[in-house]
């Protein structure tokens, strides 16, 4: 009999203090616009969006992160131009070909999250090869979330729940918050405290929408080919100027309020 996820207590979100580390997110955006900008296929955007998330996860333990989650492919770009996809498809291909080795090196965990139904079968297996070659590291922890919907890992993760009320392992009262959140493909990080997003668009996106509850916002008008540790860097330092609440209010608040 298969066992239900428990509720992860053991990962609580990392608070805001220059000494904490960090779960960063970030959604890769602007490929084909940087392409367009320099009237070169969209090909060659997605291309130079995989040199710019190399450079992005190198730099990210020096700036404190230990946890980086990146949006590579959505559950909506599949209804993109059929030449578009096939090339968005083969993204994870060139980078674990020319990245693994040193990921495996450095100590870095892979994870991908999102479904694996949809994707051809020499694709899982590179995908499975990363996750496999690095799953006995604890470094670093890149996650890439790849025909990944956060409205689609909820309808899944309330399916699965279903499924474990309905063979008897669980009662629907024994549903909350936490034990919710297990049933998710995100469960194995923290949420994260910073969800950034290059590009100039500001707007999630279906992305990690109930892991966003609290994570802070920073939008950046710089095109994802063109991204590297300067822009996040200045993305960190935005977050670090926020005050992190959790829904709750700091003294001055409550004495006015009183």
């Known amino acids: 009999m298969a066992r239900s996820p428990e509720p992860n207590a053991a990962l609580p979100a990392a608070q805001s203090s220059a000494g904490e580390a960090l779960h960063v997110a970030l959604v890769m955006d602007g490929n084909g616009r940087w392409a367009k900008r320099r009237g070169l296929p969209r090909s060659l955007g997605h291309r130079a969006g995989v040199e710019a998330l190399k450079r992005t ?3 990210a333990p020096d700036l404190n992160i230990r946890h980086l989650t990146v949006f590579g492919f959505s559950t909506e770009n599949w209804s993109r131009p059929a030449t578009e996809v096939a090339e968005l498809m083969a993204l994870p291909r060139r980078y674990f070909e020319s990245d693994l080795g040193r990921l495996e090196r450095e100590g870095v965990r892979v994870r991908v999250i999102g ?3 949809g994707l051809n079968a ?7 090869e990363a996750e496999r070659r690095t799953a006995g590291n604890d470094s670093f922890f890149l996650q890439v979330a790849f025909n990944y919907g956060g409205q689609a890992d909820l309808t899944d993760g309330a399916r699965r729940f279903a499924e474990d009320v309905a063979a008897g392992r669980l009662a629907p ?9 297990a049933y998710l493909s995100t469960s194995a990080a923290p949420p994260p405290d910073l969800i950034v997003r290059p590009s100039g668009e500001q707007r999630l996106s279906n992305f990690l929408l109930w892991e966003a509850a609290y994570s802070e916002l920073v939008f950046q008008d710089v095109l ?12 960190i330092a935005e977050y670090r100027t926020r005050d992190r609440r959790y829904g709750g209010a700091v003294a001055d608040d409550a004495l006015a309020a009183g």
């Open 57 to 59: 996860v190198a730099a």
């Open 115 to 117: 479904r694996r139904q």
């Open 173 to 181: 009262a024994d549903l909350n918050e936490a034990r919710f959140a």
């Open 122 to 128: 020499d694709l899982i297996e590179i995908i499975e």
């Open 224 to 235: 994802w080919p063109d991204y590297g540790p300067e822009h996040l860097k200045a993305a």
